[in-house]
């Protein structure tokens, strides 16, 4: 027997849908009581709204890595992560799971890495949708999050968040392991 449920569709992407992606994710949360929320944020913006509409959760703030834009850059401000952290959010910087070696070899040698391929296949889901499955890897790998429940990842496209999921988490070592149990909110576009 199945079961209906709603999922939250938007014509376009976009960070206009960031708020409207937190609260659907918060009352899904709070449905299903998963504790642990997964954002992505390169500045912070939806990162401080995230520690904001999931008081009292644990809340795992994920940035670019450090030199995503140019060597030695940090897009996230110390300012920034500390109004994360202050409103009780855990801010992770890492190598992105699906990046990192991969895309060295890819500029270097002008190839796609198998790495590569599965984040061009998640892509087809959105944006959004691929991120969502690298930073719950990247802060399973990190210890951040449990990986014997399921927790919720917002991300989008862009700036902002329009993607939202319920995953069973995994470590990178162990991706085929995570499952996309169900998506809150995604862009059809």
């Known amino acids: 027997m199945g079961v209906e449920r ?20 918060r009352r899904r949360a709070e449905e299903l009581g998963i504790r642990d929320i997964v954002v992505a944020s390169t500045r912070g913006e939806t990162g401080v709204k995230a520690v904001e ?16 834009r140019e060597p030695g850059a940090q897009e996230l401000s110390e300012e920034v992560a500390e109004r994360i952290r202050g409103g009780g959010g855990k801010v992770l910087t890492a190598t992105h799971v ?16 198998p790495v590569e391929v599965i984040a061009q296949t998640l892509r ?5 949708t691929k991120v969502c499955v690298e930073i719950v890897a990247m802060a399973a790998d990190a210890g951040l999050i449990p990986v014997d429940r399921d927790v919720i990842a917002i991300a989008g496209t862009g700036r902002g968040a ?3 999921l319920v995953i069973k988490p995994a470590h990178a070592s162990r991706l085929f392991e995570m499952a996309v149990r169900e998506i809150i909110a995604k862009p059809r576009g």
């Open 6 to 25: 709603t999922t939250l569709y938007f014509d376009e992407p976009g960070q206009q849908h960031t708020d409207e992606t937190l609260r659907a994710a």
């Open 53 to 68: 509409v999931f008081d009292g959760y644990n809340v795992v703030v994920v940035t670019h890595a450090t030199g995503f």
């Open 162 to 164: 329009d993607t939202a």
């Open 98 to 113: 699906f990046a990192g070696a991969a895309r060295a070899i890819r500029r270097k040698f002008e190839t796609a890495t």
């Open 124 to 128: 087809l889901f959105g944006q959004g």
